[in-house]
């Protein structure tokens, strides 16, 4: 049992909702008044009082247990919590002995509230669930004891006690099938993460050995052709190739590390505007001039990121768009804006991105856009749609990686016209203007992007513009003309606020 979770739980029921911790503490406060002014009995203050101070106690010392606690820090929580049950059920009991019906049926709703609260804290240790049980036993017990003086037939006291035993006994039934309700939720919960974790160990396994094995063969039977062919140029070429393979190799390993978020980030703040030119210097003969691109970047929006690993992610997303329009052409656009998040953004595998500030970083294309019964699998390792050698199915897994370490979150979707593929990162404090980046980094040929195929440096003519300027229509076939904008307002639909 992780003892600091359950802490943290524990804490979490009692002071985690701040609009039922403030409904139960007036509420309290008013009946007690209410209840003083009806009856004159010091005692209801001497209740609020005795709750309030337990509150206070039960509070301190959960808010006080160190990063790892023990068994003794959940016993000594689970005994201050049925302190704080036995105090507060006390005063309900004392009602539902008093003849005054007013009084007998607000002490039934208390009694009955808190009967109520303790099968929905669905509490998981053995302990405290036996312990809330013997409390409300013994309420029980003192309540049966109260009322039996007031009632002189001997078969409405059967009757009495048989009510009363019957709510104790479907009580302890209920709160005990809670608990094993519980605990099995878990214990589910755990076999299928654990299942999960090994399907996707064996499929990240499988396309390793897979691609290492594509790899060695090319390094191996380059280096047997060296071994063969007596031509001094010949053999020149079988070792430039042998290198290229293991340059692809070294690749290979650093999207995996940034798929695992465990690769070393340098991190710097940069200017969005400025990254964005430098993969636009990179990507310049990638696309094919069949393709139209637009660039839309405002200035001053900085981002704390690793420049190397941003430029690589954002060249994956490229290219893949590219891909998509690879036959038929189209319009490929990279807009920059920001986001702004009151709520969390929850993914599919559980990933929450919290409010904040974002820059998002968004490549659309318009191409066929991605099958919905695929979009949810798109991020796994070595899922690709590419044929055979032509992708490994580790850039969208890449580029993921990349968006959570750099404590933000990637987006995947279709538009109306193609496909949509964003990076959310957090919006620097630095908000100066002239801000100045680090010195651009050169991406080794390690590092290109792991779906680029290697006769895509061989495409055809600069596609993407450079920012901030204007190309003319000739560049684009059908007189399609590439109009990047930096500066002025965002583009619509990316300087909104989402809930």
Known sequence: MDHRKEIDRLYKLEYGRPGELVFRFVGLGLGALI????????????????????????????????????GRDTGIATGLFLWLLASFLWMPVELMA????????????????????????????????????????????????????????????????????????????????????????????????QAQKMEAVGQLTGGIAHDFNNILTAVIGNLELYEAVPDPVERDRFVAQSRAAALRAAGLVQHLLAYSRKSTMTIAVHDTADLIEEVRA????????????????????????????FMTALVNLVVNARDAMQKT????????????????????????????????????????????????????????????????????????????????????????????????????????AALQPSKPEVLPQAQTPADTPAQGSQAAAPALPPAGARVPSPACPGGVSATPRLGGAPPRGYGFKTG
């Open 329 to 432: 052409g189209g319009q490929l656009a990279i807009r920059v804006g920001i986001e702004l998040r009151d709520q969390p953004l929850v993914q599919s595998d559980g990933y929450q991105l919290p409010p904040g500030s974002y820059v998002r970083i968004a490549v659309e294309d318009s191409g066929p856009g991605i099958p919905p019964e695929i979009l949810r699998r798109v991020t796994e390792p070595f899922f690709t749609t590419k044929p055979v050698g032509q992708g490994s199915g580790l850039g969208l897994s890449m580029v993921e990686g990349f968006a959570r370490q750099s404590h933000g979150a990637l987006q995947i979707g279709n538009t109306r016209s193609g496909a949509r593929v964003a990076i959310l990162l957090p919006l620097a404090k630095c908000r100066d």
């Open 98 to 193: 008093s003849p005054d019906p007013a009084m007998m049926l607000s002490g039934a709703a208390l009694f009955g509230s808190g009967l109520v609260y303790m099968i929905f804290r669905a509490d998981r240790m053995a302990v405290q669930v036996w312990g809330e049980i013997a409390v409300i036993w013994a309420m029980c017990v003192l309540a049966l004891v109260q009322v039996m003086g007031a009632i002189p037939d001997p078969l409405a006291r059967l009757g009495v006690s048989v009510a009363v035993l019957a709510l104790g006994v479907y009580f302890a039934i209920t709160l005990l099938a809670a608990r094993k309700a519980r605990l099995e939720a878990e214990l589910a919960a755990l076999r299928s993460v």
């Open 282 to 309: 990179l990507t310049c003969r990638l696309i094919p001039t069949s393709i139209a691109v637009e660039i839309d970047v405002p200035p001053a929006l900085p981002v704390a990121v690793d420049q190397s690993q």
């Open 35 to 70: 209840i003083y002014q009806y009856t004159g009995w010091i005692a209801s203050w001497v209740w609020l009082v005795n709750f309030v101070a337990g509150h206070l106690v039960y509070l301190l010392f959960l808010r006080s247990r160190p990063a790892r606690c023990t």
